[in-house]
């Protein structure tokens, strides 16, 4: 599962990467294809995909252990019931796709406006795709088969990156009034395609495992009304959370061709790390923190969120430098290829820098969520998730009004950044009345220490960059040894500073991700 993951987010960002140098970052082309590709996924989530793991899979898990056929029947209601709602609310999305690609991007300019609204009415079919494949993944994951949907994402980035590469081989235009028939047919049903190798790989399996695929016409006896119950403040997440992307994607419309690509890109960029480095610590906590806030055992939980905290802040923080210090030459490394536009590449640079100063409160505030919900609180930090949208939203609308149209996407991570660190601050707070404390003096130590040592690892990084700037040609050679040297001067400083310390986590920091050795 953890190769299959690790395969599935880097074939993800590769595709990132082929389609910016396929349609060229920071055209109008490539912004209204992003657009057009989010929302399925936008509406997915916001319909039926935050209620997946939360809601669906425990009721999944009760059915298999209380029926008689062993939840086969119930589970066959509840995949019918996702094809017939998602089925709706597909053909109601793809009516009003002007109306959705007006309330993401009101700065498009009419020609991208139209381009967005063809494209996602061959996207908008997702909507149906990714709901079978998540529910057939969570019927197999209850049948103790794992491998499939693990490896499904890679399928729909495999397919969608030898769309980009034909695109690529067979010259597709990078401007909107070059685009021909074929072109558009090419990235329209190819990037659909994808989603369906996805779903097929899940059902496939789903059907080798012995069960029985059937459609049956009255889903009913899965308990609609307690789904709906134990969803409402799932939903209030997910819609905070969606209010915040969407406020954001319309901003950065605001800034130019090629700012919504350049947001988004620095967002993927941005979550790559959290995802591969934090979520393996919080994976590793978890377990034991149920565990001990089942048995009312507070001094553990208390024990198990400080050491998360603090040896995901210990590890985090020079990723968060370097993508500070070095964002131009990250974005250079990863997007200035084809028809990328090197302004468009530099402002992709300098949005990755700002989201640096977003990471360690975001990784801090993410794994401090997850006392609330060992303690099974899901009420408290939906309302903490709706203030930091509210926060986030603020930050964008702002964004929008006050700064040149040219940094109003660089306001855009500004306002990410504010928001997670009052998240964390509120989720700190919130979290120590419940609890009585959070082990506050060792946070506070362990955060002015990693701050000093990363001050110190950004100051060698930074000398690295002067030294090299002027003995390198700029462009990609130039960018990957600039990069090379920084990071391994940084990083140089960052361990030194924190030995001089006593930063004790950057010792723990493998021993927690394999074992969670409790702290002493």
Excluded at 35 to 60: D, K, Q, R
Excluded at 99 to 109: C, S
Excluded at 276 to 304: C, F, K, N, Q, Y
């Amino acid at each position: 599962m953890a190769i299959a993951t690790l395969a599935s987010r880097t074939a993800g960002f590769l595709r990132i990467v082929v389609l910016a140098a396929a349609l060229g970052l920071g055209t109008r082309l490539l912004d209204s294809y992003n657009v057009a590709n989010t929302l399925p996924n936008a509406v997915y989530e916001l319909v039926f995909g935050g209620a997946m793991a939360s809601i669906v899979v425990p009721l999944l898990t009760r059915a298999a252990l209380t029926e008689p056929d062993g939840g086969v029947v119930y589970a066959q209601r509840l995949l019918s019931l996702m094809v017939y709602g998602l089925g709706a609310v597909t053909l109601v999305a793809m009516a009003g796709a002007p109306w959705l690609v007006d309330l993401y991007a009101p700065g498009f300019t009419a020609e991208q406006r139209n381009l967005a609204i063809l494209l996602s009415r061959y996207f908008l079919p997702q909507i149906l795709f990714y709901g079978v494949s998540a529910t057939a993944g969570a019927v197999l994951n209850i049948r103790g088969r794992f491998a499939a949907p693990m490896w499904a994402p890679l399928c729909n980035s495999v397919v969608v990156i030898g769309v980009g590469l034909i695109y690529l081989a067979v010259g597709g235009s990078t401007g909107i009034a070059g685009l021909t028939p074929g072109q558009t047919t090419l990235l329209a049903i190819g990037t659909s395609a994808g989603v369906v190798a996805q779903m097929a790989l899940v059902v496939w399996a789903l059907a080798r495992s012995g069960f029985p695929l059937r459609l049956r016409l009255d889903p009913r006896g899965i308990a609609i009304r307690r789904i709906g119950r134990l969803g409402g403040w799932v939903l209030l997440s997910v819609v905070a959370a969606q209010v915040l992307l969407t406020a954001a994607t319309r901003a950065a419309s605001l800034s130019g061709p090629g700012a919504i690509t350049a947001y988004q890109n620095a967002y993927a960029v941005f979550q790559v790390p959290f995802a591969v480095i934090a979520l393996s610590v919080m994976t590793a906590m978890l377990p034991r923190l149920s565990r001990s806030a089942a048995r009312r055992d507070h001094e553990h939980v208390i024990g198990d969120l400080s050491l998360a905290v603090r040896v995901a802040v210990a590890v985090m923080a020079p990723i968060a430098v370097a993508m500070v210090v070095l964002g131009q030459q990250i974005a250079t490394l990863l997007f200035g290829h084809g028809h990328s536009a090197p302004a468009t590449v530099s402002l992709l640079g300098l949005v990755v820098a700002v989201f640096g100063f977003a990471l360690v409160p975001f990784t801090g505030y993410m794994i401090l969520q997850r006392g609330f919900y060992a303690l099974q609180d899901t009420r408290t930090p939906a309302l903490i998730t709706a203030g930091v949208s509210a926060i986030g939203v603020a930050g964008c609308v702002a964004a929008g009004w006050l700064l040149p149209s040219a940094d109003i996407v660089v306001g855009v991570a500004v306002a990410y950044a504010a928001a997670y660190t009052a998240g964390l601050v509120a989720t700190a707070v919130v979290l120590r009345r419940r609890l009585g404390r959070i082990d506050g003096h060792r946070l506070v130590r362990t955060h002015f220490h990693v701050l000093v040592a990363a001050a110190a690892g950004a100051a060698c990084a930074a000398l690295a960059v002067r030294a090299l700037t002027p003995l390198v040609t700029p462009g990609w050679t130039g960018s990957l040894l600039t990069l090379t040297v920084a990071a391994v001067a940084g990083f140089a400083g960052y361990v030194a500073a924190g030995r001089l310390l006593g930063l004790a986590e950057l010792r723990q920091v493998v021993t927690t991700a394999m074992s969670g050795i409790r702290p002493t």
